[in-house]
């Protein structure tokens, strides 16, 4: 009973939100670079200069125009140029995760840290033999890393100079640097994904389009993306048939708000438009009916060479990785979709409470996540990302109490062993978000804490750096020491 013996417990992290170091050992610039830090009620932007000169900072998810540069400018604060500094902590940090016992570690690779223009002809020995000793580590202390190649940064150079994804070219710029990490690391890591929340990638820091909201473009960039995570996965298993190579996906929740069939209407077609689709892909091989439909009637036309059809299908995934948060409810009512206020067209869902951050909290959710992946791919499943996002206070002699985060997570896992235990389906891990604290990628703050190590840094990127237990250090050492069976 409970979890399997050789469960991954463990935690996550993301170059781009922990890793720092952005020009040591001949990194190149990632588009992550240029993005400012926001606030709960400011956007994160970036700064654009147009062809007449001007220069002005607009929201990151905006589209920059086709002939405008993206500029640092040396004014502004850019948290991931530090970070949390993983580059000069890792050695601490990793002893911190082998004391909580972690099995796991997710961390990802910075691309352009490997190839810092991307379009190189050779990698940069420097920033293969930074992993090469992180990976090292991992392993002497019985971590297994859990690699995901590509987490929302790309080589700038890629984005200026082939628009990114649009250009066909970057499929093999990436398979090119696939083929490289797999075969320098194929003996010290096994667990691999492509693409973090695949499903989030839209705009010109992760695809590196211009114009980005024009469809004929996102779609072919995002037709681009799954050929080089297809084409990825089918390279790793030729270098090593071992490696477990999984898809990334944010797998929020959706619930219709009524027994009005319009709701649930409305909740699948944005289901498969935010999440089916990419799963449909990355599982299946193929693109499904309704988004050919969905281009048809776009008017989308998508450039495909022969030979992509087998691309797609000999490169499906392993594994399913994802990210739980939260839930939405999908609503057709104007009213309730203003109350709601986001991108789903979201209603309040009143049975829930929210973060601070307002994120409604559903562990219930999360088996109901798992059943249904599991019901549909019938693919080994691995919570890759889950977590709450708080402000922590560091009392007087350095203690943090952080009953909250504990409470949050004591649910999940608590939901987690109910569809391992009891309906049976086939869990690999569990790897909570920001085990170390880290930036937040929707807001830049440093406040927006998911850890169980403290960071002593604040918004502005002032601080120490002094690393610190919070009291969930304790709990969650206590909850992998008995295989998830103690969660009190
Ligand atoms: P932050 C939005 C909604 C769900 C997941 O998010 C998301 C986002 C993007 O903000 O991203 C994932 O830091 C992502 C991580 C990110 C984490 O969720 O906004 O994979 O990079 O940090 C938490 O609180």
Known sequence: MGFPKDFLWGGATAANQYEGGYLSGGKGLATSDFITAGSMTEPRMIVIELENGERKAINRF????????????????????????????YEEDIKLFAEMGFKGFRMSMTWSRIFPNGDDATPNEEGLAFYDKIFDLCGAYGIEPIVT??????????????????????????????????????????????FNEINFLRDYSTLGITDASDLTKQNQAIYHLLLGSAKGVAIGHAINPEFKIGLMIANILFYPETCNPNDSIRMMELERGFKDFYYDVQCRGAYPNYKLKELERDHVELKKVPGDDEILKNGTVDFIGFSYYNS??????????QAGGNQFGAAKNPYLEASEWGWPIDPSGLRLVLNRLYDKYQLPLMIVENGLGAIDKVEEDGSIHDDYRIDYLRKHITEMKKAVEIDGVELWGYTPWGCIDLISAGTGEMKKRYGFIHVDLDDEGKGTLKRRKKDSFEWYRKVIASNGEELS
């Open 62 to 89: 905006e589209d920059v125009p086709s002939g405008a540069r993206v500029v640092i400018d040396e004014q502004l604060y850019y948290p991931s140029h530090t970070a949390t500094d993983f580059y000069n902590h």
């Open 149 to 194: 190649l590509n987490h929302f940064d790309l080589p700038n150079h890629l984005a200026v100079t082939y628009q990114g994804w649009l250009d066909r070219k970057t499929i093999d710029f990436f398979a090119n640097y696939c083929k490289v990490v797999f075969d320098r690391y194929k003996d010290k890591v096994k667990y691999w994904m492509t």
């Open 328 to 337: 939405t409810v999908v609503s057709t009512s104007a009213e309730s979709e």
